[in-house]
């Protein structure tokens, strides 16, 4: 079955760096978009950084622009969200999210904290 599983949350000061990454598995990882949301306590789930299955077409927010990057590594069915310079508004949980045909999947988040 498909299964999507984040790691590298923890708690940082802001400035600091942070790398997430999504293990994916049960699909074909290289034929799909992939892309990390977060969601505050009390706020919507934002869509972050996407990254096409080729990594041709890649996308940010404008809040983290110039500051996070999405990669990812198709031979390791792993994508990645390299976080630098990071400021308290960026305390969120992160998920990553198989995009493209339905049905979406979502890993279970993981939890990123900036805070000095």
């Known amino acids: 079955q498909v299964q999507l599983v984040e790691s590298g949350g923890g708690l940082v000061q802001p400035g600091e760096s942070l790398r997430l990454s999504c293990a994916a598995s049960g699909f074909a990882f290289s034929f799909y978009a992939m892309s990390w949301y977060r969601q505050a306590p009390g706020k919507e789930r934002e869509l972050v950084a996407s990254?096409?299955?080729?990594?041709?077409?890649?996308n940010y927010a404008e809040s983290v622009k110039g500051r996070f990057t999405i990669s990812r590594d198709n031979a390791k069915n792993t994508v990645y969200l390299q976080m630098n310079n990071q400021r308290p508004e960026d305390t969120s949980m992160y998920y990553c999210?198989?995009?493209?045909?339905?049905?979406?999947?979502w890993g279970q988040g993981t939890q990123v904290t900036v805070s000095s």
């Open positions: 999210k198989r995009e493209g045909r339905p049905p979406a999947y």
């Open positions: 990254i096409g299955s080729a990594a041709s077409s890649i």
